[in-house]
């Protein structure tokens, strides 16, 4: 059993700066076994992808709205993995989750992903 603990949202204005973290435990951890993404859900529409990392760390995939402005990485001693987002603009507003798989490639497909945290909501003013 995985456990997802995401940390770090908050109001924000356009063209600000916000590191989400996400702490991962569980009963027998090792972040390397699973890929973790990043996953929002804005007010009145679907959960989609945002950005993923396998579980080797070797390759990340983001979605097109956030390509360039936001940054998957992780931290396998502290078991974290962090979205670093820049140059935020109103529309990424929304829950960010985190969320884990054992596929091991981190689709950005939410349907793939067993292991989900409780959301943190960022909101970005114009």
């Known amino acids: 059993q995985l456990q997802l603990a995401e940390s770090g949202g908050g109001l924000v204005q356009s063209g600000g700066s916000l590191r989400l973290s996400c702490v991962v435990s569980?009963?027998?951890?090792?972040?390397?076994?699973?890929?973790i993404g990043w996953f929002r859900q804005a007010p009145g529409k679907e959960r989609e992808g945002v950005s993923s990392?396998?579980?080797?760390?070797?390759?990340?995939n983001y979605a097109d709205s956030v390509k360039g402005r936001f940054t998957i990485s992780r931290d396998t001693v502290k078991n974290t993995v962090y979205l670093q987002m820049s140059s935020l603009k109103p529309e990424d507003t929304a829950v960010y989750y985190c969320a884990g798989t054992v596929l091991s490639s981190g689709p950005l497909d939410l349907n793939e992903y067993d292991y989900w945290g409780q959301g943190t909501q960022v909101t970005v003013s114009s």
């Open positions: 990392i396998s579980s080797d760390g070797d390759s990340t």
């Open positions: 569980g009963f027998t951890l090792d972040l390397e076994l699973y890929a």
